[in-house]
């Protein structure tokens, strides 16, 4: 029981880095009203941080490795993670693009065509890293191991597109109005 009460509170934290992550991402004035963008960077490097060490300690439980199985697997998870990483930047500025094209109002038809072409570009990007990397820990490892890998990465990111979707503004809803801070 204790483990399930330890990778249930794992998860909690996965579910309030990603709601805060969310939060900064697609509203960074409110999350630091007159603040400098810097500010907001190092604040999404510490959320990533918390957010690395829980998803790790998730797979350490669920996968249980050996000493010899881990020296195998721990450097191609660390590739991976490197390499969705930079996924997660394009994403990133792709999901800010489209908020502030949203609340300045200039959200058109080429804009939402363009938008969405990135998107399924970057759905595919990251669908083809899983799949490289799946075959990488098979390879090494075994099929059982690959199929956990998939399945952490798959319910983990799901959760993450699930908390960003959630405060996604709709698209061809008007903006709603900003509250401006007297100075």
């Known amino acids: 029981m204790k483990t399930n009460l330890n990778f249930s509170q794992n998860m909690k934290t996965l579910a309030c880095i990603c709601f805060l992550t969310g939060t ?7 999350a630091f009203a007159g603040g400098p963008e810097d500010n907001i960077y190092n604040y999404l490097q510490v959320l990533r941080s918390d957010f690395n060490g829980a998803k790790v300690e998730i797979v350490n439980r669920i996968m249980k490795l050996s000493a010899e199985d881990a020296k195998k697997f721990w450097p191609i998870y660390r ?3 490197d390499q969705l990483s ?7 500025d792709l999901i800010s693009e489209f908020v502030k094209e949203h609340q300045g109002g200039t959200f058109d038809n080429a804009k939402a065509k363009d938008i969405a072409k990135r998107w399924f570009k970057g759905q595919r990007a990251r669908l083809d890293l899983l799949e490289k990397y ?8 075994s099929s059982v ?7 952490i990465e798959n319910q983990i ?15 061809g ?5 900003t ?4 100075k």
């Open 24 to 30: 900064v991402l697609l509203n960074p004035g409110r």
């Open 79 to 81: 590739e991976y993670e």
């Open 86 to 92: 930079k996924l997660a930047v394009d994403r990133a």
């Open 134 to 141: 799946h075959s990488k820990i098979e390879k090494a490892l």
């Open 145 to 151: 191991a690959a199929g956990q890998f998939l399945q």
């Open 157 to 171: 990111g799901l959760f993450i597109d699930i908390t960003i979707a959630a405060e996604m503004p709709i698209v």
């Open 173 to 177: 809803e008007p903006p709603k109005p």
């Open 179 to 182: 509250i401006k801070s007297a």
